[in-house]
């Protein structure tokens, strides 16, 4: 086999995003000529903004000869389950959902996808249902249907949870799917949601020739329960389903599900979240920030990744951004009529003129009323906030809304700027959706967030609410081990909804790792 050599530089953006100058570049770096290497593999690629000036820095491997044929490999087969002698049910078909089914197979178990929502395609016509006519669809929306709540929200795949599973199996596995090899070069890998609900109708289309099942319009009502362990689920229309397990993965906004298990005596826990808003910058104003120039010519719409520890009446908390979106648009995220939720998404190429980045405040278990609702007291306080904002923006999807100025000096907003909400907004004093506290904590980090990024904490922006789905409320535990419900054999909680994972990389590392317990399970 070929013997790369390894070469790292870093470039100005004209050259780095200049295919033959970037050729150019790394062979001289690795005191080549042109024509003296077969093949350069560019293997990590990522943009260091510290300097005056921008600049990339490449990882490449420079191949003599031919390079090998598994270099974006292995590919990953399945064998055909269809006539499988042990089954798993996996109630959602979001990445954990998906993930875990391939693995069942690659397991030789045949996976039984349920999901709620609509196949990737048909959920679109939903979308534009909420978008333009306010219609809120409970089972077919931003967060339910065909690759859950990040198919058609944004498609990051950067994760810190790098010990929790093979990010780089994930990443080969989606390329395999139809996503661009890219993702397995930068560092802060996208796909984008124009791209996302293709990859996602090619992995279900991987489970069917399987011989797996995937069903639509399928949602958990109850469930199947004898002696403390879980034989299948009833759906919606009443049919009885039972397998050797059942992997739940539905996803963080999952409300009916956590109120069965609650009413089903099934222990959960709350657990800590967090709430905000979304704020909204001309993109512009962003790129000129970060990268320090007036124009950024080839390189990618800026993102910024901020965070401040706020102090009110005794208590220290957290303001941060989530789910930054250069380039991209808020949209609406209710899963249910009476509330206004809101998030933010990116197509591929990142190319809206505005961007916008969740900027919310850490609930602690201490924040929630627990005595009053339980393991349901953060679900709670996120409904109470989104049925808020819904009733004082005039009780459509029309989102409440303030200049970022004026809301820090609690002043109310007259006219607010153009946005990249489709639904529109209302001008609205953030402090009746929030109240007082996570409003006078979200002022103390916008403060610190405007002396570290200029021009960012004005009335160039503005702030949309409610950022309220930004992990699950609740927590359904499990075994560290065995990775299943410490009192309900057969029940193995899974990725975001269950509370162990935070994006679309984690939730399919999460799913991996319950299709591989559930396996485990039923092969004793």
């Known amino acids: ?55 990339v820095r490449l990882r490449a491997a420079i191949y003599p000869g031919p390079p090998p044929a598994d270099l974006f490999g292995p590919w990953f087969t399945y064998p055909d389950v269809s006539r499988a ?15 875990a089914a391939l693995r069942c197979i690659e397991l030789g178990l045949k996976p039984v996808v349920l999901e709620r929502g609509k196949d990737v395609r048909t959920r679109r016509r939903d979308l534009a249902a909420l978008n333009k006519d306010h219609i809120v669809n409970p089972d077919s929306n931003y967060c339910f249907g065909e690759g859950g709540a990040g198919t058609y929200s944004d498609g990051k795949l950067y994760t810190r949870s790098t010990k929790r599973g093979d990010v780089q199996r994930i990443l080969r596995l989606l390329v395999q799917h139809g996503a661009t090899p890219d993702i397995l070069v930068d560092a802060h890998p996208h796909i984008g ?45 009443g049919e009885e389903l039972t397998a050797d397990a059942v992997i739940l993965a539905t996803g963080h906004s999952a409300r009916d599900i956590y109120e069965l298990l609650h009413r089903r005596g099934v222990l959960i826990e709350a657990k800590p979240f967090a709430l905000g808003v979304r704020v909204e910058h001309p993109q512009q104003l962003i790129d000129q920030a970060q990268y320090r120039m007036r124009e950024r010519g080839p390189l990618p719409a800026a993102s910024y990744a901020l965070v401040h520890q706020t102090q009110w009446q005794g208590r220290q908390r957290g303001v941060f951004s989530f789910c930054m979106c250069p380039g991209g648009f808020i949209v609406p995220a209710a899963t249910a009529p009476g509330e206004v939720v809101v998030n933010g998404m990116s197509p591929s190429r990142r190319d809206s003129r505005f961007a916008n980045s969740g900027i919310v405040t850490a609930i602690e278990l201490e924040d929630m009323d627990l005595r009053q609702h339980g393991a349901l007291a953060g679900l709670r306080l996120q409904q ?12 459509t999807q029309l989102a409440p809304a303030q200049l970022l100025g004026d809301f820090l000096k609690k002043k109310s907003s007259g006219a607010l700027l153009e946005t990249s909400y489709q639904p529109g907004l209302v001008s ?44 699950s409320p609740v927590r359904i535990p499990r075994d560290r081990d065995t990775l299943q419900h410490p009192e309900v054999h057969g029940l193995f909680p899974c990725g975001e909804g269950a509370g162990y994972a935070g994006g679309i990389v984690s939730a399919a590392m999460d799913g991996e790792r319950c299709a591989e317990a559930a396996f485990a399970a039923v092969s004793c």
């Open 428 to 471: 609205v004093p953030m402090d009746e959706v929030l109240g007082a506290g996570l409003s006078e904590r979200l002022r103390q980090g916008f403060r610190n967030f405007g002396q570290k990024i200029p021009g960012y904490a004005t009335n160039a922006a503005q702030i949309v609410g409610v950022e309220s789905r930004t992990s």
């Open 193 to 237: 949601t124009n791209k996302l609900p293709s990859v996602v109708a090619a992995l279900r289309d991987s489970v069917l020739a399987a011989g797996g099942e995937v069903r639509f319009d399928t949602r958990v009502d109850d469930l199947v329960l004898a002696e403390n362990h879980l034989r299948g689920v009833i759906t919606a229309a």
């Open 1 to 55: 086999m070929t013997t790369p050599q390894e070469v790292e530089v870093l470039l100005p953006a004209e050259v780095a995003y200049h295919e033959y100058a970037r050729y150019r570049a790394l062979l001289q770096a690795a005191g080549l000529q042109p024509g003296e290497a077969d093949f350069v593999h560019l293997r990590k690629r990522s943009i260091d903004a510290r300097g005056r000036q921008p600049l």
């Open 384 to 395: 109470q906030i989104e049925q808020q904002a819904c009733q004082v923006a005039g009780n």
């Open 85 to 99: 002698r042990r089954s798993v049910l996996i109630v959602g078909a979001g990445p954990a959902g998906l993930f």
